[in-house]
């Protein structure tokens, strides 16, 4: 598996979204031994970087993967993520990146991963409440503490990366970016570059669209968040099939899976760039760290420059109002 830095810190190319094991998907949380396989054998195959987040479950994501670390944390760069939880206003949900909420959640995420440090500690949704300047402020405490080793943010928009970096180095930026998701191309990829920071694009398969083994939503069960998500339902998920089928239509040329040519071709956006594809299973782990070792021809990658642009919205309205762009 070949590597790249995000800011400073060394990671293999491809990493592994820990969601799905728990959370937000059909049959989530059903089969954790399948899970603690499926990383098992992503560190097998030398991926690096596992991200969970304290919501996700909520909780139980963060021990499943400290329960499969265990005797194996020194393979592992563990990024989890803090703020979408108050632990200091009571357990309802609620965006809170207060220094007091930061030092709870800290501290919860340690003993739930098994570990006395965090390698990258997300922020992840912006607190409009609370000065940037004052959640950074308090993770470059911890990082001096050794609490955590690297910061890192999630759907953040230009001016508060900015401020966020001049106040501590933050090593990653974390934003949904695929094939059907490029909006950070224009304006955030450029300036994550300006200021040496890497990018770890999450959904990188498009929640599993561009897969081209979702053919209707009939099988998704009342947890999965995909059932709310514009661009799954009704005439834009039909007309979005249009772009499965052309990624598919290059993975025959390129005897590969659709799942390998959207992942080859995230990874030749550059070299500052991990995307966190997620499963649950040992087979897709091991289909997708596969395309580490796939080249794209440059006919086959404008192909894939010039698909259609998806139809709906990325997220239902709730969520929507969470990210800043």
Avoid: C
Avoid at 223 to 228: E, F, G, H, I, V
């Amino acid at each position: 598996m070949k590597h790249l830095k995000l800011g400073d810190l060394d990671v293999a190319r491809i990493g592994l979204g820990l969601v799905s094991m728990s959370y937000a998907y059909t049959g989530a949380g059903t089969d954790d031994a399948e899970s603690i396989r499926a990383i098992h054998r992503a560190l097998d195959l030398g991926v690096t970087l596992l991200d969970t987040a304290e919501v996700y479950g909520p909780y139980v994501n963060e021990e499943l993967l400290g329960q499969a670390l265990k005797g194996r944390r020194d393979q592992a760069v563990i990024a989890t993520k803090f703020g979408m939880i108050s632990h200091v206003r009571g357990e309802a949900k609620g965006l809170d990146s207060t220094p007091a909420n930061i030092r709870a959640s800290v501290e919860g995420s340690l003993k739930r991963l098994g570990t006395d440090y965090l390698d990258l500690y997300f922020q992840h949704r912006v607190d409009p409440d609370t000065p940037i300047e004052d959640t950074v402020g308090t993770l470059a405490e911890l990082v001096a503490e050794g609490k955590i080793r690297h910061i890192g943010l999630s759907e953040a928009g230009l001016e508060t990366i900015r401020r966020a970096h001049a106040v501590h180095p933050v090593a990653a930026v974390q934003s949904e970016y695929s094939l059907w998701t490029r909006h950070a191309e224009d304006q955030v990829l450029p300036l994550l570059r300006e200021l040496n920071i890497g990018f770890v694009p999450y959904s990188p398969l498009g929640r599993g669209f561009l897969t081209g083994q979702i053919r209707s939503t009939s099988d998704f069960d009342d947890t999965d968040l995909r059932k709310n998500n514009p661009r799954f339902m009704g005439e834009n998920f039909q007309r979005n099939l249009r772009i499965a089928d052309e990624v598919q239509a290059i993975a025959a040329e390129a005897n590969a899976t659709p799942a390998q040519v959207a992942l080859a071709w995230l990874l030749s956006r550059g070299d500052d760039i991990a995307p966190i594809p997620g499963t649950k299973r040992v087979a897709r782990v091991e289909e997708n760290t596969a395309a580490d070792a796939l080249e794209l021809t440059a006919d086959q990658l404008r192909k894939l420059d010039n698909l259609p642009l998806a139809v709906g919205e990325t997220h239902d309205e709730a969520s929507l109002r969470l990210l800043e762009r």
